[in-house]
């Protein structure tokens, strides 16, 4: 019988382990030579940053046994042999289904190490309400030959046309190639108004832009172009977590920005591993202080057409 003790937001705790790591020396990221311990080292140093967006809501993680030059896997079912730190989910639609993954403290943040996971991707609601979701994505994904600066715009253009939806605009790097937009909810539109809102401002920013924009997937209308990724939005669908590693050469995280740290000098892998905890003591804050309670209700379906420039 599966444990389902997780509940959202759960206060962020000292930062003290009590996960048991096997092979503590396993080397994660070889070029930098982090390790197991070293990333668990990373997330109990960030603990109290990352822990608001990893808890408490549904998970998918991409697990590298062997460290970033080895074999992975997506996974977002529960396994035999799962760290007791981590707790098993039922998704109330999915009732016959295996049971999901969910983390609630830090220990389990630290089980999800020992189990080799080096993304985490967090679905944008809680268990506490699955069918409201809480966070919007918006995934902007460069084609070939798109320059830094190009995203950067497509970022200000989502913000706008968040913020003239009543919402608030937070971003991100992804730790890859791209930008993520992230805008806080109330739970209170489904997944279907979440969706239809998000699909509908990607399609108007290449409606009203087609040489910069596209909305949809086909890799051939890609190039030169910034895919507008909304399909974040739809029930079961995740996107990497802030301050979750990314299982890619340089060991990058997906860091949170402030809007006008946004420049040419801080590409989408700027910040890893090794430069992030540093970065957070510099700051003394989070640099997305107020997240939460800047969180909005998704009105009607409202998106503007007008060019910003
Ligand atoms: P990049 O900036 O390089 O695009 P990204 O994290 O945004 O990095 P995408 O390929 O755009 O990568 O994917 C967006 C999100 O979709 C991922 O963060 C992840 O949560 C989800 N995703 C991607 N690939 C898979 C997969 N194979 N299985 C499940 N979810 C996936
Ligand atoms: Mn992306
Ligand atoms: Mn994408």
Same mark, same amino acid.
């Given at each position: 019988v599966p444990k389902t003790k997780a509940k959202a937001g759960a206060a962020p705790k000292a930062a003290k382990r009590r996960v048991r790591l096997t092979h503590p020396d396993r080397v994660y990221w070889p070029e930098q030579g982090i390790t197991k311990e070293g990333l668990a080292d990373y997330y109990t140093e960030i603990w109290r940053h990352i822990a608001p967006h990893v808890t408490g809501r549904p998970l998918a993680l991409l697990r590298c046994p062997n460290g970033i030059a080895g074999e992975s896997f997506f996974q977002k079912h529960a396994w035999k042999g799962l760290n007791p730190s981590i707790d098993l989910v039922k998704d109330p639609k999915d009732d016959a289904g295996e049971p999901l993954i969910s983390i609630s403290d830090l220990d389990g943040l630290l089980g999800l190490v020992q189990s080799a996971a080096l993304e985490i991707h967090p679905w944008g609601a809680t268990t506490a309400d699955w069918?409201? $979701? !809480?966070t919007i994505v918006m995934d902007l994904d460069p084609g070939e030959d798109v320059p830094w600066q190009a995203v950067i715009d497509a970022a200000l253009e989502v913000r706008r046309r968040l913020e003239d939806a009543g919402l608030a605009a937070f971003v991100k790097t992804s730790g890859g190639k791209g930008l993520h937009v992230v805008a806080p909810l109330k739970p209170k539109a489904d997944w279907t108004a979440v969706k239809a809102f998000t699909k509908g401002m990607a399609e108007a920013m290449a409606a009203d832009d087609p040489d910069r924009y596209v909305a949809t997937i086909a890799k051939a209308k890609r190039r030169g172009r910034i895919l507008? !990724?909304?399909? *974040?939005?739809? *029930? @079961?669908s995740t996107a990497v977590a802030a301050f979750s590693t990314r299982a *890619? $050469? @340089? =060991? =990058?995280v997906s860091a949170p920005l402030s809007w006008d740290e946004l420049s040419p000098a801080i590409g989408p892998a700027y910040f890893t591993v090794e430069n992030m905890p540093k970065r957070l003591a510099a700051l003394d804050a989070d640099p997305w202080e107020g997240f939460r309670g800047a969180a909005a209700v998704l009105g009607e379906v409202k998106v503007s057409r007008g060019k910003s420039r």
């Amino acid at each position: 019988v599966p444990k389902t003790k997780a509940k959202a937001g759960a206060a962020p705790k000292a930062a003290k382990r009590r996960v048991r790591l096997t092979h503590p020396d396993r080397v994660y990221w070889p070029e930098q030579g982090i390790t197991k311990e070293g990333l668990a080292d990373y997330y109990t140093e960030i603990w109290r940053h990352i822990a608001p967006h990893v808890t408490g809501r549904p998970l998918a993680l991409l697990r590298c046994p062997n460290g970033i030059a080895g074999e992975s896997f997506f996974q977002k079912h529960a396994w035999k042999g799962l760290n007791p730190s981590i707790d098993l989910v039922k998704d109330p639609k999915d009732d016959a289904g295996e049971p999901l993954i969910s983390i609630s403290d830090l220990d389990g943040l630290l089980g999800l190490v020992q189990s080799a996971a080096l993304e985490i991707h967090p679905w944008g609601a809680t268990t506490a309400d699955w069918e409201h $979701p !809480d966070t919007i994505v918006m995934d902007l994904d460069p084609g070939e030959d798109v320059p830094w600066q190009a995203v950067i715009d497509a970022a200000l253009e989502v913000r706008r046309r968040l913020e003239d939806a009543g919402l608030a605009a937070f971003v991100k790097t992804s730790g890859g190639k791209g930008l993520h937009v992230v805008a806080p909810l109330k739970p209170k539109a489904d997944w279907t108004a979440v969706k239809a809102f998000t699909k509908g401002m990607a399609e108007a920013m290449a409606a009203d832009d087609p040489d910069r924009y596209v909305a949809t997937i086909a890799k051939a209308k890609r190039r030169g172009r910034i895919l507008i !990724d909304y399909l *974040r939005n739809q *029930r @079961g669908s995740t996107a990497v977590a802030a301050f979750s590693t990314r299982a *890619r $050469p @340089g =060991a =990058a995280v997906s860091a949170p920005l402030s809007w006008d740290e946004l420049s040419p000098a801080i590409g989408p892998a700027y910040f890893t591993v090794e430069n992030m905890p540093k970065r957070l003591a510099a700051l003394d804050a989070d640099p997305w202080e107020g997240f939460r309670g800047a969180a909005a209700v998704l009105g009607e379906v409202k998106v503007s057409r007008g060019k910003s420039r």
